[in-house]
DNA sequence: TAATACCCGACTAAATTACTTGGTTTTATA
DNA sequence: TATAAAACCAAGTAATTTAGTCGGGTATTA
């Protein structure tokens, strides 16, 4: 377990989806406007969130990409995960070339404790990061915006 | 809060100063061996380790490092701070330059979130990390390999 | 006095990150 | 049916970080 400013970017792009999300399909252009990740930068991330059964697309115009289950049954964990690709943290993978088995002693140390980390991000859903209180103030603010958010994303793009 | 592999091996190195520190201060020469960590990354981690006053110093032959507290105060959020150098992780730092402060709704998330990882590896000591069970029998193996250990290093070093 | 070992700064190779460019499909809708 | 919106895809690239090297010091002590 690796937290990188690529998994909060994930992080972030998903929350942004959990939010927004809840009648028809975000698309990245939206969530690039909104939260300054460059699209095809997104792209990329989107791709391995979507290999990792995270969120589903739908192609074509109107489409954009959903969350794959309901947002309680979606974990930090896996989404840092799923853009991460795990590392394999020992350089001795398995067994042998330890040099004196104290090595291997701190490695297992390490990943023992990644693996409590990764236990802990386990629990946190992305449904517990939206109910958060400085979440909703922020999004009250949002949706007060709403009404004019249409024409502030047209004026945005030319 | 980053989880990088410098904070891997910052954690590692003083892992094995808490388990071959007990009488005499421990060199980064002896780290380096058996951890296979070169010796010049080691010198920069403790100058920083030393600067969070986690560990002191003795100068001169037969000095090294000790932890500059007792085991169980040493907390393994504390040496990745040390080494890490706080991240500002907010481009939006303090007030002002968010665009329609929903930028800013995931960045105090993130924030957040990393605050609770913080909070609890501020809770692991270095004490408990050496208490574990397999950290315990790797210290049996090692130290039934002690009584050759020097002629080992002597060995080593040519 | 010489060996040991910390101390320090600058430099470098490799890896990773964030991003760019330039496409191709798919599909709603005008 | 043409068009445009969007997902998809691959290759390359600039910037940053990481891990390590090099070449000097300086303090301490056998």
Same mark, same amino acid.
């Given at each position: 377990?690796?937290?990188?400013?690529?998994?909060?970017?994930?992080?972030?792009?998903?929350?942004?989806?959990?939010?927004?999300?809840?009648?028809?399909?975000?698309?990245?252009?939206? @969530?690039?406007?909104? !939260? %300054?990740?460059?699209?095809?930068? =997104?792209?990329?991330?989107?791709?391995? =969130?979507?290999?990792?059964?995270?969120?589903?697309? #739908?192609?074509?115009?109107?489409?954009?990409?959903? =969350?794959?289950?309901?947002?309680?049954? @979606?974990?930090?964990?896996? @989404?840092?995960?799923?853009?991460? %690709?795990?590392?394999?943290?020992?350089?001795? *993978?398995?067994?042998?070339?330890? &040099? &004196?088995? %104290? #090595?291997? /002693?701190? &490695? &297992?140390?390490? !990943?023992?404790?990644? %693996?409590?980390?990764?236990?802990? /991000?386990? !629990? @946190?859903? =992305?449904?517990?990061?939206?109910?958060?209180?400085?979440?909703?103030?922020?999004?009250?603010?949002? *949706?007060?915006?709403?009404?004019?958010?249409? !024409?502030?994303?047209?004026?945005?793009?030319?």
């Amino acid at each position: 377990m690796k937290l990188t400013t690529r998994g909060r970017y994930a992080v972030t792009a998903m929350l942004d989806l959990a939010i927004h999300g809840d009648d028809r399909p975000v698309s990245l252009a939206d @969530i690039s406007g909104r !939260q %300054e990740i460059s699209l095809s930068y =997104l792209e990329q991330l989107f791709a391995k =969130l979507r290999r990792g059964a995270l969120v589903t697309s #739908v192609r074509g115009p109107g489409g954009g990409y959903r =969350l794959a289950r309901a947002r309680p049954q @979606i974990f930090v964990a896996e @989404i840092i995960d799923a853009v991460d %690709e795990s590392v394999d943290a020992t350089n001795c *993978s398995g067994k042998g070339n330890c &040099h &004196h088995g %104290e #090595v291997c /002693l701190t &490695h &297992h140390l390490w !990943q023992d404790l990644s %693996e409590q980390i990764h236990g802990f /991000l386990s !629990q @946190i859903s =992305l449904a517990e990061l939206v109910d958060r209180r400085d979440v909703q103030s922020a999004v009250s603010q949002q *949706s007060a915006r709403g009404s004019r958010s249409l !024409q502030n994303l047209i004026a945005q793009q030319l």
